[in-house]
């Protein structure tokens, strides 16, 4: 048999064999299926939030996305794949959060198939995201006092608005959840699950109780703070809203989403329009130079919604408040990560640096 014929052969053998052992292995949709299973059986021992669910679903719908476009089948893939996989999201852009989220997502996905047998071992086990290089405190990013009374000035006056009960509505939302984030320290998640029922009053205190990312805790709220939740709630009412104890606490007012829960998204743009209205959004870091009286730009702050929460435990440790009792409050399971608050203060307060003296 010539040579050329022969590797022919050879080849479609090959090939027959490859076909052969994908035919005995698990459809994707399979292994999919089985995920959705695991996602809800297993994950947080079967209690975990709809966030968590569908931020895994759609990272691992991702990664087989992914393979498909390399034209890689699922129950074949190797570690030297998932390596590939984080290259790709590394040379994407994607942060260390991101990547380490996405890695986890799959990992789940593998464990769940291995579990039902439809794999024989988990080939995300042991892959870790790159390490990300940042300095102590640089995710510390806050408003001043003066900023922040900026950010509750911009807010229409309630007193202002007469005969729009909707326009009430917005007002008063906005002012709550401004103040729960900036003041109480309350997540952005935290706000979008809260509901009329999570508050509470007990001898003329108010509670707002909290569904956080792990876990659940009750927060006493400002006078100032919980006067304004009684009159919104007076407003709501007059504005025919349906109110009871799984209502939303936050509504959507637009004309698309009219009542329902505010999203996530909604809540991070209502609070970036009023950082970009009091033009705090993106800033210059800038200190006054002493010799000269100049402002040298120390470079750019970047402000977020998660920021607010920063906000509210930073000035509260600047205006004299304990480290455990910040901890408490903004609900930190580690002490470490409120540390990180007062290090950004004391790095402020005592530099070093301006104890050598020198003329310089």
Not at 72 to 92: F, M
């Amino acid at each position: 048999m010539p040579i050329r014929h022969l590797k022919d052969t050879l080849r479609s053998q090959r090939q027959h064999r490859n076909l052969a052992t994908v035919s005995t292995l698990p459809t994707v949709k399979a292994m999919v299926d089985c995920f959705e299973k695991y996602l809800n059986l297993t994950i947080a021992d079967g209690n975990a939030s709809v966030d968590t669910i569908k931020t895994y679903r759609s990272r691992t719908s991702q990664f087989l996305s992914w393979c498909r476009e390399r034209e890689l089948y699922p129950a074949l893939v190797t570690t030297s794949n998932i390596l590939e996989y984080r290259k790709h999201l590394v040379d994407g852009g994607k942060t260390s959060p991101t990547i380490r989220l996405s890695l986890i997502s799959i990992k789940h996905f593998y464990t769940a198939c291995n579990q039902e047998k439809l794999v024989k071992d988990n080939p995300a086990i042991g892959v870790k995201a790159p390490r990300e290089k940042r300095e102590v405190g640089s995710t510390i990013k806050y408003l001043t006092h003066e900023e922040l009374q900026q950010v509750f000035n911009s807010v229409a006056p309630i007193l202002k608005i007469r005969g729009d009960k909707t326009k009430q509505v917005q007002v008063l939302r906005d002012r709550i959840l401004l103040g729960c984030m900036a003041l109480q320290g309350c997540r952005s998640v935290e706000m979008y699950r809260a509901n009329w029922g999570d508050i509470s009053e007990s001898g003329g205190q108010h509670y707002l109780k909290l569904d956080g990312k792990n876990s659940i805790r009750t927060v006493m709220l400002r006078k100032d703070l919980a006067e304004e939740i009684v009159e919104y709630r007076k407003v709501c009412k007059k504005n025919n809203e349906k109110l009871n104890s799984a209502s939303p606490l936050f509504i959507s007012l637009s004309n698309r989403r009219y009542g329902q829960r505010l999203s996530r998204s909604g809540i991070s743009h209502l609070v970036d329009s009023y950082l970009e209205k009091c033009g705090l959004k993106h800033t210059d870091l800038r200190r006054e130079a002493s010799t000269c009286g100049q402002a040298l730009c120390l470079g750019e702050r970047n402000l977020s919604p998660h920021s607010l929460r920063h906000t509210a435990g930073t000035l509260a440790l600047r205006g004299g408040s304990e480290l455990r009792e910040v901890q408490d409050f903004l609900g930190h399971s580690d002490p470490k990560t409120t540390a990180i608050y007062t290090h950004t203060l004391n790095s402020q307060k005592n530099n070093p640096a301006t104890r050598i003296e020198i003329d310089f």
